[in-house]
C-alpha cells in the first residue's frame, strides 16, 4: 500500500507541473484541467517519490511535479508493475497501467540541467477506468483485475 503524496498539474504541454493538493480523475480522460489528459492509454501519469528522491541524491533540486507527473507517491515500486495492473487510487478511483517509462523529450529541462531524467525508466501511467476525487493523502493499492483490494 501507498499513499499520494502530490497531486500535479499543469495548463500546458511541456511544463513542470504543480502540486494542486486535490483533483478529479475522469473516467477514460484523465485529471480534468491537466494538459495530458484526453482519450488515449497515458491519461495519467505517476512516479514515485523514491525516484524524485534518487534525483536529489544526484544534486538536483526537484520537487514532486517536476517530471511532469500528475500523481506523485509513496511505498509503491510503481516501476516493477506490470501492464494491466489495477490501482485502487482515493475512495473510488480505479486505474490500469498501460505503460512503464517513456521515451524522453530532447527538450526536458532535467535532462538538460543533469543528464539524467528518472522519467522514462520509473515513471508509469495509467487510463482511469473509474473516475473520482484524488487528493494529498489519499492511499494507493494494487488492486486484483476487477479492481477490488489484494489481500
Same mark, same amino acid.
Given at each position: 500500500?501507498g499513499?499520494?503524496?502530490?497531486?500535479?498539474?499543469s495548463?500546458?504541454?511541456g511544463?513542470?507541473?504543480?502540486?494542486?493538493?486535490?483533483g478529479m480523475?475522469?473516467?477514460?480522460?484523465?485529471?480534468?484541467?491537466?494538459?495530458?489528459?484526453?482519450p488515449?492509454?497515458?491519461?495519467?501519469s505517476?512516479?514515485?517519490?523514491?525516484?524524485?528522491?534518487?534525483? /536529489?541524491e544526484?544534486?538536483?533540486?526537484?520537487?514532486p511535479?517536476?517530471?511532469?507527473?500528475?500523481?506523485?507517491?509513496?511505498?509503491?515500486?510503481?516501476?516493477?508493475?506490470p501492464?494491466?495492473?489495477r490501482?485502487?487510487?482515493?475512495?473510488?478511483?480505479v486505474?490500469?497501467?498501460?505503460?512503464?517509462?517513456?521515451?524522453?523529450?530532447?527538450g526536458?529541462?532535467? /535532462?538538460?540541467?543533469?543528464?539524467?531524467?528518472?522519467?522514462?525508466r520509473?515513471?508509469?501511467?495509467?487510463r482511469?477506468?473509474?473516475?473520482?476525487?484524488?487528493?494529498?493523502?489519499? /492511499?494507493?493499492e494494487?488492486?486484483?483485475?476487477?479492481?477490488?483490494?489484494?489481500?
Amino acid at each position: 500500500m501507498g499513499v499520494i503524496i502530490a497531486v500535479c498539474s499543469s495548463p500546458e504541454k511541456g511544463m513542470r507541473k504543480q502540486n494542486i493538493g486535490t483533483g478529479m480523475l475522469i473516467k477514460e480522460h484523465g485529471l480534468e484541467g491537466d494538459a495530458h489528459a484526453g482519450p488515449w492509454h497515458r491519461q495519467v501519469s505517476l512516479l514515485a517519490m523514491e525516484s524524485i528522491n534518487k534525483m /536529489r541524491e544526484k544534486g538536483l533540486d526537484v520537487h514532486p511535479g517536476d517530471f511532469a507527473e500528475n500523481l506523485t507517491t509513496g511505498g509503491i515500486e510503481l516501476y516493477s508493475l506490470p501492464v494491466g495492473t489495477r490501482l485502487a487510487i482515493g475512495p473510488q478511483v480505479v486505474g490500469e497501467v498501460t505503460q512503464i517509462g517513456k521515451e524522453c523529450h530532447t527538450g526536458c529541462a532535467i /535532462r538538460q540541467l543533469a543528464g539524467d531524467c528518472i522519467m522514462p525508466r520509473e515513471g508509469i501511467f495509467i487510463r482511469v477506468l473509474t473516475g473520482g476525487p484524488v487528493k494529498v493523502g489519499d /492511499r494507493i493499492e494494487v488492486a486484483g483485475t476487477d479492481g477490488k483490494l489484494q489481500s
